[in-house]
């Protein structure tokens, strides 16, 4: 596996990109030997030849769980198995290197060429790559084999716990509510970069004043002899070249000053949200070009005191929700048309944030997102972590590691969350966080970390350390239920008194109530799109109380859409807590909240 830059692959002067997306076999041994495949050497040949196991077909990305008809396969836990064929033209011999990609294996995937072990990945949700070069045959076809493993333990992130049923099938239980979707849930992308290559690319603004920007930038290079070599960087404001400055290749940072810079505004809160300029790498040995590629940025700072939130020095209130990756069918698998169908509907309802609630989203996701102009708050998997341990501790630390390493040129990226609703009342939590919020600062000082709570401000410790307080709170359904008339009462005595005692600016990240469309009581009754509208509106009362009071910079529906959960008799086919249904079209409180969100961002 790779250790260094995980640039997204991109087609350019000097490198080509090769989707390996499409039908690929698949296998899921359902006998209770988990390293059945292993033993039997499946990688070393096509997943066809195995005799006593079903091979189905499986689109890649996609989750594996809902495409079938077998139970057995939706509720599979441990090993399943994916291979294909794919060409490699003959002239990629001489192009350098050549490297596979994965968006995601969820939760842990490892991945032989030719019968080659090349990498194992642990942690879904995150990309990772590695140079097939030597194992690949050129001008032939190739085989590729993935094992993917959805076990989740104690020292997992996120964490689950594996019971054997008195019929010997293993069972897997976990303590948050969203189906516990796996495979190959993101594109898998073959690539050529050359043999001296360009690896990783950092843009931070540093500054901005007075309509001037400042860039510091760092490119990592990696090649034999880079002794030679000079690094162009070229800032291009959509199509001119504006700004060029060249550098030692082998020590390629630096700064660009950029006059009049068109900033990256937030969706509504500017004619021209989420302007993005191009950043342009070239390697050059005297004037040949060894290495180009290009990536997005956009010109913004963030800053934040002890009751203020803002952007390029303005303040910002947020106003979005929770989301997950998603749909029938597909479960958590990339899907282009439901990814802009999604921010189709989060532009029309004016929502101006949301967070990746539980976990990083698909770079195609964020992508989307960063050229919109909409505010992400990005978390990690690491979700109701209820067991602290080292080994636990050093996981999450990788995660965000890696998390950061992917994400950090995105202007839309203006918050990381470090973890949703951790059981932050223990006392080991304390040292833990601090060790976490202290990686995150390690890695990034731009933008403000979170911690999302569901525990009580009183007894928890681990918000010290973080720049921004976030809390959960189901009034008026996980507690005083059906009691509307006391929400706005409990959210602003809970606001103000997360505030008094940790000194942080405050929003709230979760609330809301399951809702079954088309079910109607007037007056309104739980469950009902009424009592959904009722529930929104009496923390509507509650939030134009708090943002009167500064410190209060955001609120989130939970969710933007219903989602699939794990089996149990709290859920009706899932979480309903949606605004929109999971096939994404509106209950009447969307309708209501839009109303809401058009007004907030008048205010701007
Ligand atoms: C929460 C969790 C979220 C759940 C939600 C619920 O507090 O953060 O993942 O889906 O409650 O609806 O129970």
Redo the contacts with the bound molecule.
């Keep these: 596996i790779h250790r260094g830059g995980i640039l997204y692959p991109r087609n350019t002067e000097t490198r080509q990109v090769v989707p390996l997306d499409g039908l690929w076999n698949f296998v899921a041994p359902n006998i209770t030997n988990p390293f059945v495949g292993f033993d039997q050497l499946w990688y070393r040949d096509s997943l066809k030849k195995i005799k006593d196991f079903d091979v189905h077909l499986m689109p890649v990305p996609a989750s594996f769980n809902d495409i079938t008809t077998d139970w057995k396969i939706r509720d599979h836990l441990g090993l399943v198995w994916y291979d294909r064929y794919f060409f490699v033209p003959k002239y990629w011999e001489n192009e350098g290197r050549v490297w596979l990609r994965f968006g995601s294996i969820s939760y842990a995937g490892q991945v032989w060429i030719n019968g080659e072990l090349l990498m194992s990945h642990e942690i879904g949700h995150l990309p990772f790559v590695g140079e097939v070069t030597g194992l690949l045959k050129f001008g032939q076809e190739n085989l590729v084999t993935v094992s993917c493993d959805n076990t989740l333990l104690s020292d997992t992130i996120p964490q689950g716990k594996v019971e054997e049923l008195v019929n010997g099938r293993l069972d897997l239980t976990y303590t948050?509510?969203?189906f516990n979707y796996a495979g190959i849930d993101r594109p898998v992308y073959l690539y050529t970069t050359p043999k001296t290559y360009i690896d990783d690319i950092t843009v931070v603004t540093s500054h901005l004043k007075e309509s001037t920007a400042i860039l510091d930038f760092n490119v990592t290079v990696i090649g034999n002899d880079t002794s030679n070599l000079k690094c162009k960087i070229t800032l291009i404001d959509k199509e001119f070249p504006i700004l060029s400055t060249y550098e030692e290749a082998s020590n390629c940072r630096g700064r660009l000053e950029v006059k009049h810079p068109k900033l990256w505004w937030p969706y509504l809160m500017h004619d021209e949200p989420g302007y993005q300029y191009t950043f342009k790498v070239e390697l050059l040995n005297q004037n040949a070009t060894i290495d180009a590629y290009s990536t997005p940025i956009g010109i913004r700072t963030l800053s934040w005191t002890n009751s203020s939130f803002t952007i390029n020095d303005k303040p910002v209130y947020l106003h979005g929700f929770?989301r997950h990756e998603d749909s029938d069918i597909r479960g958590k698998g990339l899907d282009l048309p439901l990814v802009i169908r999604d921010h189709n509907l989060i532009k029309w309802i004016g929502a101006n944030a949301y967070r990746t609630?539980?976990y990083p989203y698909a770079e195609e996701i964020m992508d989307v997102a960063d050229e919109l102009g909409i505010m992400i708050i990005d978390e990690c998997p690491s979700?109701n972590t209820e067991i602290f341990s080292d080994s636990l501790l050093s996981k999450h630390k990788i995660s965000l590691t890696e998390l950061i390493k992917r994400d950090k040129n995105r202007p839309g990226v203006i918050m990381w969350s470090a973890a949703?609703?951790p059981r932050t009342q223990y006392p080991a939590a304390k040292l833990y966080f601090k060790q976490i919020i202290d990686h995150i600062k390690s890695l990034d000082v731009t933008r403000p970390t979170t911690i999302?709570e569901?525990q009580s401000y009183n007894i928890v410790e681990s918000s010290f350390y973080v720049d921004i307080i976030s809390f959960?709170r189901?009034n008026g359904w996980?507690q005083y239920e059906g009691d509307l008339d006391v929400i706005s009462y409990y959210v602003i005595k809970e606001a103000q008194a997360w505030h008094e005692r940790f000194q942080k600016p405050v929003m709230m990240q979760?609330y809301?109530g399951?809702t079954l469309e088309g079910l109607h009581f007037l007056p309104s009754f739980i469950w009902s799109e009424e009592y959904q509208i009722q529930l929104m509106s009496e923390h509507f009362k509650a939030f134009d109380v708090l943002k009167e009071r500064n410190f209060f910079i955001g609120e989130f529906i939970?969710?933007f859409a219903d989602f699939k959960t794990a089996e149990t008799y709290t859920r009706v086919g899932g979480?309903k807590?949606g605004i929109f249904t999971r096939q994404r079209q509106p209950k009447a409180s969307a309708f209501f909240v839009r109303k809401r969100y058009w007004a907030l961002a008048k205010e701007y």
């Design positions: 948050f509510d969203f929770g609630s539980h979700v949703n609703e999302v569901a959960n189901y996980y979760e809301g399951d939970w969710n979480n807590k």
